[in-house]
C-alpha cells in the first residue's frame, strides 16, 4: 500500500508542475518602444544656462512685440541647440518658451507666431549672444510652435551650410524644428 501511495503522489505531483507551468503558448506582448528622434540634439556652450527674462516684449519684434506689450508674458526662456542631418550639415536651433498668463493667451500668441510676416520671439543669434559663422539669425530656415498648457514653445532651425534647392532646405529645417519642440521640456 506505501508503493501506491507514493506513486499516486508522486503523479499528483507531476500534474502539479504540469498544471503550474502549462498555460497560454502565445508570446507576451510586446511593449512598443517610442521611436527614437531622427535628431540628436546638444545645447550650445553659451547657453548651457538658458537665457531667462521676464519681459517678453523687448525681445520680440513685429506684431508678436505689441501682442506682448498689450498681454506681458511670465517668463521667456531660451536656447539654442546643435544637431547634424543625415547629408552631414550642422543644424543650429533656437528654442523659445514663452509662458503667459494663462491657456487662452498662450493659443492667442501661437496663432499670431504662426501667421507670416507678424515676427516672433528673437532667437540669441539675432541678438547676438551666440554667434555662429555664417549665420546671424535663425528665423530664415524652417520654423514650428506649440501651445503645452500655457506655455508657447517656438523653434527655428537653419544651417549655414544651405541646400541648393531653397524649398528642399526650408523643409528639411522644418523637419529639425518640429523634432525640437520636445527641448522645451529640457528648459524648465
Not at 59 to 84: D, M, S
Not at 90 to 95: A, D
Not at 112 to 127: A, F, I, K, P, Y
Amino acid at each position: 500500500m506505501l508503493p501506491a501511495a507514493g506513486i499516486v503522489v508522486a503523479a499528483l505531483l507531476v500534474g502539479f508542475i504540469v498544471w503550474l507551468t502549462s498555460g497560454n503558448d502565445d508570446p507576451p506582448p510586446v511593449t512598443p518602444t517610442a521611436p527614437a528622434s531622427e535628431y540628436l540634439f546638444q545645447r550650445m556652450g553659451e547657453t548651457v544656462e538658458p537665457a531667462r527674462d521676464s519681459d517678453c516684449a523687448e525681445h520680440a519684434y513685429g506684431k508678436v512685440e505689441q501682442f506682448l506689450i498689450a498681454n506681458p508674458c511670465r517668463q521667456l526662456t531660451r536656447a539654442v541647440f546643435l544637431t547634424a542631418t543625415d547629408s552631414g550639415r550642422t543644424v543650429y536651433t533656437s528654442i523659445a518658451v514663452v509662458r503667459m498668463p494663462d491657456r487662452a493667451g498662450a493659443e492667442k500668441l501661437e496663432l499670431l507666431v504662426r501667421q507670416d510676416e507678424t515676427g516672433s520671439v528673437n532667437d540669441l543669434l539675432r541678438e547676438k549672444k551666440v554667434n555662429v559663422p555664417g549665420l546671424d539669425r535663425l528665423s530664415r530656415g524652417g520654423f514650428s510652435a506649440t501651445t503645452i498648457d500655457r506655455d508657447v514653445v517656438i523653434a527655428e532651425s537653419d544651417s549655414a551650410d544651405r541646400d541648393e534647392d531653397p524649398a528642399a532646405h526650408k523643409a528639411e529645417m522644418k523637419r529639425v524644428s518640429v523634432a525640437a519642440l520636445k527641448l522645451a521640456k529640457e528648459l524648465g
